[in-house]
């Protein structure tokens, strides 16, 4: 296969990794303007979107680990995109949070910020995700030296580890599908140690 014909082929697959990563958000939206979210929409819209804000973070971590495991090379062609698209889910449940669900009402939105524990270490992965997302470009990379931007965003594993425990202090009765998250975090941190390890064995 030729150059192009890999290149081609990557931007289609981004195209239709881009397009299927918003296909949920659409629905929730559809769902919310027809009725279809229950008795609670604004709050099911909530979780539904941040739901696939973790997802598509913990998607976007697992990239480097199956170029480690497998020796895959395309996933990492994608990892831009995905963080994107984690950083657009995040600010759709923040709009919906702020705007729908709390009116801009900005003193009781503080309050709930600094009251409520589950709403402080997702504001804190919220603000940890913009400046990640600001420098995403090539342009933000050779302005503060690769060295640099990779330190800053190694605060990635710290924004995943508050959307974790974000979910878990949330859903506060049952826990085990956000400690299902958790554990897939930790497996993917894990497996980015391997090559340090391999290296020491060596």
């Given amino acids: 296969m030729t150059r192009s014909q890999t290149a081609r082929r990557r931007r289609w697959l981004k195209v239709g990794v881009g397009v299927a990563a918003f296909v949920p958000a659409a629905l929730t939206a559809f769902r919310f303007v027809t009725g279809g979210l229950g008795a609670n ?21 697992s990239c ?3 170029k480690i495991v497998f020796g895959w090379n395309w996933p990492l062609a994608l990892r831009r995109l995905l963080g994107l698209c984690t950083f657009a889910y ?21 309050k709930d910020i600094g009251k409520r524990k589950f709403i402080t270490v997702g504001f804190l992965a919220f603000l940890i995700l913009c400046p990640l997302a600001a420098t995403s470009t090539n342009k933000m990379v050779k302005r503060l030296g ?6 800053l965003h190694r605060l990635v594993y710290v924004a995943a580890v508050l959307g974790v425990v974000h ?27 391997v090559p340090a390890l391999r290296a020491r064995r060596a």
């Fill in 41 to 61: 929409p604004i709050a099911e819209a909530l979780n539904r979107l941040g739901l696939w804000t973790l997802i598509l973070l913990l998607t976007t971590l």
């Fill in 64 to 66: 480097t680990p199956l």
């Fill in 90 to 110: 995040a600010c759709l449940h923040f709009t919906v949070y702020l705007g729908v669900d709390q009116f801009f009402a900005l003193g009781e939105i503080l």
């Fill in 146 to 151: 690769f060295a640099r931007w990779k330190r």
């Fill in 167 to 193: 979910f878990i202090w949330r859903v506060k009765a049952d826990t085990r599908e956000p400690f299902i998250y958790g554990a897939v975090l930790l497996v993917l941190l894990g497996l980015r140690l």
